[in-house]
């Protein structure tokens, strides 16, 4: 903003607005003050060191959503899992042919129903972990907060529940008759 000097009937540029009502204007004053600053490197003069820029929480909020996502992961089962718990049935299938009944049914069902259990343990383990960093984290916004605290308690539940399964304390298997 231009002001009119009253004793000199003059514009005078001393006197300016600190906030420019345009972008145009901020953008001015951005690439005066780097040119003003790239002046003064030339010139030897000290360079000011910039303000540290206070954390955004971007990084605290993924991590806490992928917290939460891996905890509801390890409860409903993974791709993963499933692949991992298809190979057991096919090894056991391999393996138990020629064998007791007792034998066919560990090898078949119970070898992939802990392979399940151990996979879906591992992602609810990840999720446990990834949400005590996040809560570990200084000055994290309350959502943040609130995912990460989602995201341990579905970790947390799931890793009982596969430890449960993998025991065969919910569900044991079949026996032979």
Known sequence: ??????????????????????????????????????SDDEQ??????????APSGVGTGAAAVVSAGLGLAALTGTWVGKIASERETLIGQIKA??????????????DAWHTTALVNGVFALLALITAVVVLTRPRRPAW???????GAVLGGIG????????????????TAA
């Open 44 to 53: 030897g003069g000290e360079i000011e060191a910039a303000a540290p820029v």
């Open 159 to 174: 890793l009982l529940l596969s430890a449960g399964m993998y025991a065969d304390l919910f569900l044991s298997l079949p």
């Open 97 to 110: 042919q020629g064998g007791t009944a007792a034998q066919q049914i560990s090898e078949i069902y119970g």
């Open 1 to 38: 903003m231009r002001l009119m000097n009253p004793r000199t009937d003059q514009i005078d540029d001393t006197t300016a607005d600190t906030t420019k009502d345009t972008a145009a204007g901020l953008l001015d004053e951005e690439f005066q003050d780097e040119a003003d600053a790239g």
């Open 144 to 150: 943040v907060r609130a995912v990460a605290v989602a």
